[in-house]
């Protein structure tokens, strides 16, 4: 990920291993995805609502499109709603065992 510092010049921010592994493996299965349904880049990005280049950053892991993008493409594949199903907190054990606790307002440090 590129950022800039107080002097306005880029400086490149360190990707923890796992952050990049995960991006590589979900923009893989992303584009696995489209050509199972042999769905072409331009389909996809066009159905999607986003250029060919976002689709392509989602699909070779690079970290850089919106959350909303991956999302439309997500929609476009038919995988929007398993994704979303997967981050439910109340699927693993520790939100199976807190279901019944009222969730705070505010987690402060």
């Known amino acids: 990920m590129v950022v800039k510092d107080e002097d306005n010049r880029r400086k490149v921010r360190a990707q ?3 952050l990049g592994r995960g991006l590589r493996v979900f ?3 992303a584009a696995s995805w489209r050509k199972l349904q042999r769905l072409s880049v331009d389909t996809v ?3 999607a ?3 060919r280049d976002t689709l392509r950053a989602i699909e070779a ?3 850089t499109a919106s959350l909303e993008n991956t999302f439309r493409v997500l929609r476009v ?3 929007l709603d398993r ?7 109340y699927d693993t054990d520790v939100g199976r065992l807190r279901a019944d606790e009222v969730l705070p ?5």
């Open 83 to 89: 994704v979303i199903e997967a981050s439910d907190p």
């Open 45 to 47: 990005a066009a159905r």
């Open 27 to 29: 923009g893989e299965n």
């Open 105 to 109: 307002q505010r987690v402060r440090r």
């Open 61 to 63: 892991g690079r970290g």
């Open 77 to 79: 594949l038919g995988v």
């Open 16 to 18: 923890p291993p796992a």
């Open 49 to 51: 609502g986003i250029s």
